[in-house]
């Protein structure tokens, strides 16, 4: 059974980088069928997602955070990590990263994600 | 970009009961639609998906409906393990989330 860990500092100063790797055991990052994905979200608020990235390296992010965010996998490490610059305090959320699969013409949703890591941008 | 716009913000529903959740979106997304249900301190999951099918393992109480710009996602007979917040995401292009339902007890 596949599952996702999040990695990472918890604490970013304003105007830094925020780095996180998400780790995948249990299968293969390197499936075609899969997507892989962030999404963040405030305390008490909803789910904004940041972008993902393909087997293939191909990448799309949320027009609102693109000048802002690059994903990258490892497939030799199982992994894939996100990195947003410029961070300020809205910034700061529980960050979740997910696996999407689809199949044919069928799209199974965000079904395998990790239990999220809490990150905050103050100096 | 598309928006996807949930209502109503918050649901209260007494146990047994029915409820109904909707979602639409600011132009037609076909049924690229999947609902999502998360708990407090979990992570989300998928109840449906392609707008109506169930994923594996979800109860036959959950159904989903609706193409185009309208979606609901409908609770035959609330248990109370199904009070949490759901959120519908589109994939027509890239994802995005509604802002959320909250359903609570009455």
């Known amino acids: 059974q596949v599952q996702l860990q999040e990695s990472g500092p918890g604490l970013v100063k304003p105007s830094q980088t925020l780095s996180l790797t998400c780790t995948v055991s249990g299968g293969s990052i390197s499936s075609n069928y899969n997507y892989w994905s962030w999404i963040r979200q405030p305390a008490g608020k909803g789910l904004e997602w940041i972008g993902r990235i393909s087997t293939s390296g191909s990448t799309n992010y949320n027009p609102s955070l693109k000048s802002r965010v690059t994903i990258s996998v490892d497939a030799s490490k199982n992994q894939f990590s996100l990195k947003l610059s410029s961070v300020t305090a809205a910034d700061t959320a529980f960050y979740y990263c997910?696996?999407?699969?689809?199949?044919?013409?069928?799209?199974?949703?965000?079904?395998?994600w990790g239990q999220g890591t809490t990150v905050t941008v103050s100096s | 970009e598309i928006v996807m716009t949930q209502s109503p913000a918050t649901l209260s529903v007494s146990p047994g009961e029915r409820a109904t959740l909707s979602c639409r979106a600011s132009?037609?997304?076909?049924?690229?639609l999947v609902w999502y249900q998360q708990k407090p301190g979990q992570a989300p999951r998928v109840l449906m998906y392609g707008a109506s099918t169930r994923a594996t393992g979800i109860p036959a109480r959950f159904s989903g409906s609706g193409s185009g710009t309208e979606f609901t996602l409908t609770i035959s007979s609330l248990q109370s393990e199904d009070f949490a917040v759901y959120y519908c995401q589109q994939y027509n292009d890239w994802p995005v989330f509604g802002q959320g339902t909250k359903l609570e007890i009455k």
């Open positions: 997910a696996r999407e699969t689809t199949y044919r013409f069928d799209y199974y949703g965000m079904d395998v």
């Open positions: 132009q037609s997304i076909s049924s690229n």
